[in-house]
T-cell receptor, first 112, second 114 residues
């Protein structure tokens, strides 16, 4: 049973470009979570999604950030017009419901 | 709001030493508490958890007890190995770990020297 998959593992963007991060949950998991880890910081919760629904986006920045989890395909975290402060590791996790969250290896975003 | 505070790292120990990593929390309700471990270049893995006061979580020789009176969940291991070198995160949530975002501490980098 494959774990949570994230791609790309490393992403480099120039200021003003768009970044798209993908997350494929574990088989049988319908809940997806996105977290951001800034340098020297712990993980900060961003958003919690179920299939086709955003359940909690209390940790998402108000502008430029969006997330989706369509009926088919991976969850996408989209960052428009990236700035240097967006450079971080972005982790996705999935769960079957109220059970344990399983984490992916992360995408390391560097904004030049 | 809720928060988790961990001891600052890095923590450097010799192999077979006793380990304690302190974790305290502030919460408005009665959360579940977790310890996650992150090895270099990898995602987080759940190490252990406790869902109510006085519960003890344990795994791979690590233990932590949910102390409501001191709002603490300190991680301990009696004899550490080089392979325990990693970053350890304390976290809380109001579910069993899913269906709710986790609130993490900043992490403690543990280095075990042979």
């Amino acid at each position: 049973n494959a774990g949570v998959m994230q791609n790309p593992r490393h992403l480099v963007r120039r200021r003003g470009q768009e970044a798209r991060l993908r997350c494929s949950p574990m088989k049988g998991h319908s809940h997806v979570y996105w977290y951001r880890q800034l340098p020297e910081e712990g993980l900060k919760f961003m958003v919690y999604l179920q299939k086709e629904n955003i359940i909690d986006e209390s940790g998402m920045p108000k502008e430029r950030f969006s997330a989706e989890f369509p009926k088919e395909g991976p969850s996408i975290l989209r960052i428009q017009q990236v700035v240097r402060g967006d450079s971080a590791a972005y982790f996705c996790a999935s769960s079957r419901g109220r059970d344990e969250q399983f984490f992916g290896p992360g995408t390391r975003l560097t904004v030049l | 709001g809720d928060s988790v505070t961990q001891m600052e790292g890095p923590v450097t120990l010799s192999e077979e030493a006793f380990l304690t990593i302190n974790c305290t929390y502030t919460a408005t309700g009665y959360p579940s508490l977790f310890w996650y471990v992150q090895y270099p270049g990898e995602g987080l893995q759940l190490l252990l958890k406790a869902t109510k006061a006085d519960d003890k979580g344990s795994n791979k020789g690590f233990e932590a007890t949910y102390r409501k009176e001191t709002t603490s969940f300190h991680l301990e291991k009696g004899s550490v190995q080089v392979s325990d070198s990693a970053v350890y995160f304390c976290a809380l949530s109001y579910s069993g770990g899913g269906a709710d975002g986790l609130t993490f501490g900043k992490g403690t980098h543990l280095i075990i020297q042979p």
